[in-house]
């Protein structure tokens, strides 16, 4: 029961910089964006070791646009939040499909958060800055996908309706050029939750699913960034770099607690029991030690 205690508490340490606020009733328009993916090809290549290289011997976090997310995010969510969170994580570790159906839906979200990033890459775009190959989840998805549903598996998949919701969110905010700076919430709240719980999220997936070795959990292994807490550093001091108003600030604040409201949703409607997934990874875990 300990261990389970525990993971919990793991969990809810992952979901903590980031938070929820009421999804507006208004926004009806849902579109999947016809974008072709580019894997990337524009971003920004100057990959970790030039991101580090802003980094100084202060606490970024401590400070500017990186301490309003943290705080912002961390002080407007409840314990039912975040118990909606950790619940949905568990109920997609329960079972292969469970958790082939929220690969699934985090492969249309990236998609389209990434396609976006292609296509508005240029150096007015505060964005850019923030963007590293290193980050980029698209191509760990479509591994990962192949393993799950096999080589024809792009024909058969299809976004489930909170899937839709999210991606309407960010097309929205993609092709309005008076809300593309919203974009930056994306980055925080997405790449920096994943980063940050990657690796142990991937352990409790094969754990929990008794996956092939190294096989379904690309998307939460960040090869190309060896030292996280480092890399998390450098990109909060790039991020307080960039020039927004204090009414700017507070809606990408606003901005990234919705993204986590929206993240919940695509978590609770997976199939699957979370005590399951609980039980299976303590199980697992003791298997390991004899």
Request: hydrophobic share 40%; net charge negative; proline share 3%.
């Amino acid at each position: 029961m300990c261990n389970i205690k525990l993971l919990i508490i793991l969990v809810i340490a992952v979901a903590l910089p980031f938070s929820t606020m009421s999804l507006s009733p208004t926004r009806a328009g849902i579109k999947l964006s016809g974008c072709i993916h580019r894997n990337g090809s524009k971003l920004n290549q100057s990959s970790s070791s030039t991101v580090n290289s802003v980094v100084n011997d202060e606490n970024p976090r401590l400070s500017g646009l990186a301490f309003m997310l943290d705080e912002g995010t961390r002080k407007s969510h409840s314990m039912a939040q975040n118990t909606a969170f950790v619940t949905g994580f568990f109920r997609g570790l329960s079972t292969k499909d469970s958790y082939r159906e929220l690969l699934t839906g985090l492969f249309f979200v990236y998609k389209e958060m990434e396609c976006a990033f292609d296509d508005n890459n240029s150096p007015e775009f505060p964005w850019t800055v923030l963007d590293d190959s290193e980050l980029r989840r698209y191509s760990s998805l479509e591994r990962d996908l192949n393993y799950f549903y096999g080589d024809n598996w792009k024909n058969t998949i299809r976004p489930s309706p909170a899937t839709k919701l999210y991606v309407s969110r960010i097309n929205e905010i993609a092709s309005d050029d008076d809300k593309k700076f919203l974009l930056v919430a994306h980055q925080y709240t997405r790449y920096l939750g994943d980063m940050f719980g990657g690796q142990m999220m991937s352990g409790m997936a094969q754990r929990s699913l008794s996956l092939d070795s190294g096989k379904g959990v690309a998307f939460y292994q960040f090869d190309g960034i060896p030292n996280v807490n480092s890399y998390i550093k450098a990109w909060y001091t790039k991020l307080n770099t960039l020039n927004f108003s204090d009414e700017q600030k507070a809606q990408i604040v606003d901005e990234a607690n919705l993204v986590f409201d929206l993240n919940v949703q695509l978590l609770e409607e997976l199939d699957g029991s979370p005590l399951k997934a609980m039980l299976m990874l303590a199980i697992n875990s003791v298997k390991e030690k004899f």
